[in-house]
């Protein structure tokens, strides 16, 4: 709400090759809340925000309650999560970040957090989902938070940055308010294994989203060279 009410007031500021601080001259056309290619992406973002948010709100009532974890045990459980996190995420991030399509590695990142949740009802081991879900979501958050937050900065125009992140985090803002009372009335009214179909089909919905942004990004990148080529003849 802020970055909406406030895209106007402040003068963008950058650094210049020397250092100084250049005030940003803003082109009205280059306003993120202009780009629908950006708002496409902002709303699977939020999407896949909404089914990665369970894992704070639903899951721990889950594992307690039904699966009858306790508390000290699922700390456990959340702890194996940081800790495959602060090993994995920056070597991966390095490998990964100039080899591949930073949406198509988004899509996979969501693929393997809505897999999580979906494990659950694919076998009556619970032991067994807990160890894949765990490691699914790790990895999955792994791609699909860091490279989604890399996209939004690359497509920020000059003097925009803040307007492109504001909307971002904005994006995640509505998921968390969203997340915790959607989960919860479902489980509450349906169950978990209904909650975690649910999940998987809005993780669906987001993959397929970003899938169709991914042809999008590509079809805009050639007519933007054909562009340049047509100019260049000229």
């Not at 090759?17 to 992406?41: R, T």
């Not at 039904?66 to 700390?75: A, H, M, P, T």
């Not at 925009?160 to 969203?178: D, K, P, S």
């Not at 978990?192 to 999008?216: E, M, P, R």
């Amino acid at each position: 709400f802020l970055s909406f009410v406030l895209k106007e007031k402040a003068e963008p500021r950058e650094l210049s090759e020397d250092g100084e601080e250049i005030v940003v001259k803003k082109d009205p056309k280059d306003s993120a809340y202009k780009d629908k290619l950006y708002l496409f992406f902002a709303i699977f973002v939020m999407l896949n925000a909404m089914i990665f948010g369970q894992l704070w709100n639903t899951m721990p009532i889950y594992f307690t309650q039904f699966l009858e974890i306790s508390k000290d045990d699922y700390g456990w459980i959340m702890l194996i999560n940081g800790m495959l996190i602060v090993i994995f995420e920056m070597p991966i991030v390095y490998l990964l970040e100039n080899k591949y399509d930073k949406i198509q590695l988004v899509i996979v990142g969501v693929a393997m957090i809505t897999f999580s949740y979906l494990i659950y009802n694919l076998t009556d081991f619970w032991q067994i989902a807990i160890a894949i879900s765990i490691i699914s979501v790790s990895f999955g958050e792994i791609l699909a938070l860091p490279f989604s937050n890399a996209f939004a900065l690359s497509r920020s125009k000059p003097g925009r940055r803040g307007e492109y992140m504001g909307v971002f985090t904005m994006a995640w803002a509505i998921a968390m308010i969203i997340a915790p009372t959607l989960g919860g009335w479902i489980a509450d009214n349906f169950g978990y294994t209904t909650l975690f179909y649910v999940l998987t089909g809005i993780g669906t919905v987001s993959c397929l989203g970003f899938y169709v942004l991914k042809l999008k990004l590509d079809e805009e990148q050639i007519a933007i060279i054909k562009s340049k080529e047509t100019l260049f003849v000229e």
